[in-house]
């Protein structure tokens, strides 16, 4: 059964430090990986989609990397600012024929100005 | 651009009440999902429905039902409120099954709270 972990639960940092996010998974048959950020009562929004056969993907100040082999993930934000604190999650698609994403519970980043 | 909205956003029930909680969309999405959010657990699927007309069982199905009688709307229900079903509840939608590659991104709604007392 896949279990995907996110460390730390919690972050705090000052503005312009760049940071990385972890996330790991168990069952490194995946199909691909997504980063999400959820702000304070509100939904989900995909920030960055790694398939399987991809190391990195890069948005912006964001840069994804996957690491399948280790089931590892990780979500870098350079020169961290304020409007980054949010909750990040991941979430990984298995290899079989259902449409689950399986979540991490997410890392929740303060980026103090 | 309304995107997906969801219906009521706050509720209260009593234990054995039943609600119906409305997911609508705007984006001619085919795919459209139930998850429910607790904390330190992250998201998981309820129900997901991959047209008009269908639904099928996702993780925790157990005590939920859903309808998708027009391709915009996802109801999700409840026909006899249990505590354990406080929870938060987001519903989701894609244009393409989470099989396909490329710029496939699940649109979420701001969530819909709900307590069981």
């Known amino acids: 059964k896949q279990e995907v972990t996110q460390i730390p639960a919690a972050l705090s940092v000052p503005e312009g430090e760049n940071l990385v996010l972890n996330c790991s998974f168990t069952d490194s048959a995946i199909y691909n990986l997504q980063w999400f950020r959820q702000d304070p009562g509100k939904g989900l929004t995909s920030l960055l989609l790694i398939q399987s056969s991809q190391r990195e993907q890069t948005s912006g100040r964001l840069n994804a990397s996957l690491d399948k082999s280790s089931g590892r993930s990780t979500l870098y934000i350079a020169a961290s600012q304020p409007g980054d604190s949010a909750t990040y999650l991941c979430?990984?698609?298995?290899?079989?024929?259902?449409?689950?994403?399986?979540f991490g519970s997410g890392t929740r980043l303060l980026v103090r100005p | 651009n309304a995107g997906v909205t969801q219906t009521p956003k706050f509720r209260v029930l009593k234990t054995g009440q039943s609600m119906t909680l409305l997911c609508a969309q705007d984006?001619?999405?085919?795919?459209m999902y139930w998850y429910r959010q607790d904390p330190g657990m992250g998201l998981r699927l309820i129900h997901y429905s991959v047209g008009e007309g269908t639904t099928a069982k996702g993780e925790v199905p157990d005590g939920y039902n859903v309808s998708r009688l027009k391709k915009q709307n996802f109801l999700l229900g409840l026909e006899s409120a249990a505590p354990s079903q406080t929870s938060v509840y987001f519903c989701?939608?894609?244009?393409?099954?989470?099989?396909?590659?490329?710029?496939?991104?699940?649109?979420f709604g701001a969530g819909s709270r709900l307590t069981v007392l």
């Open positions: 984006m001619n999405h085919e795919y």
């Open positions: 989701a939608s894609s244009y393409w099954g989470l099989l396909r590659s490329g710029a496939n991104v699940l649109t």
């Open positions: 979430a990984v698609r298995g290899m079989d024929s259902s449409y689950k994403l399986i």
